[in-house]
């Protein structure tokens, strides 16, 4: 069977918490990263993006590491003392971070992992998606500059201006966001 590799940063003062983290979470499966300084650990997530970020609520400065990475695409879990779980959980459920409380049985933990990942997966089909629909607004952006600027400078309609791009980019077997961009330097 073959498995992919999720990237972990685990980020807690507590050699313990992440001594029991690091011993669940196996290669090859899991590459995991420690980061016991919540400065260090923000550097590393601007560097890198990791699929899981686990963080220590170490007494609200973990809450405040992870609603700032919330922008990111990785999957955030906020281990979080069971006497405050309620608060904190409303608090930060708004920046898609799942919560667990800690400390945490293993098999929990172990299927908040498995949680984690499909929501990571999802997120990046998501992602992917994404990017896909804003390039193609870009290339729509694009083509109706160009079909403007013809209609504008040889009196084409648009129907005639989209069919010179069309036909235009065929025969010089180019994009049509080629040929619209340099219908725009033309006329610019």
Not at 116 to 134: C, E, G, R
């Amino acid at each position: 069977m073959n498995f992919d590799t999720h990237s972990v940063l685990v980020v807690t003062k507590d050699s313990k918490l992440s001594s029991s983290i690091t011993a669940m979470l196996i290669p090859p499966i899991f590459d995991v990263q420690l980061s016991s300084d919540f400065n260090e650990a923000r550097r590393r997530c601007s560097e890198q993006v990791f699929n899981i970020v686990i963080v220590d609520f170490a007494d609200g400065e973990g809450s405040d590491f992870a609603t700032d990475i919330s922008s990111s695409t990785s999957t955030i879990l906020l281990l979080v003392p069971s006497q405050h779980y309620e608060e904190i959980s409303y608090k930060v459920e708004s920046f898609g971070i799942l919560t667990i409380t800690c400390p945490f049985d293993q098999f929990y933990f172990y299927n908040m992992i498995k949680i984690a990942i499909a929501v990571q997966y999802k997120v990046q089909v998501l992602s992917s998606q994404t990017t896909k629909l804003k390039e193609k607004m870009e290339e729509i952006r694009l083509v109706n500059r160009a079909k403007m600027l013809l209609m504008q400078n040889l009196n084409m309609t648009e129907q005639e201006s989209h069919r010179y791009i069309e036909k235009e980019a065929m025969d010089r077997c180019i994009k049509r966001t080629a040929m619209a961009g340099k219908i725009i330097e033309t006329y610019n």
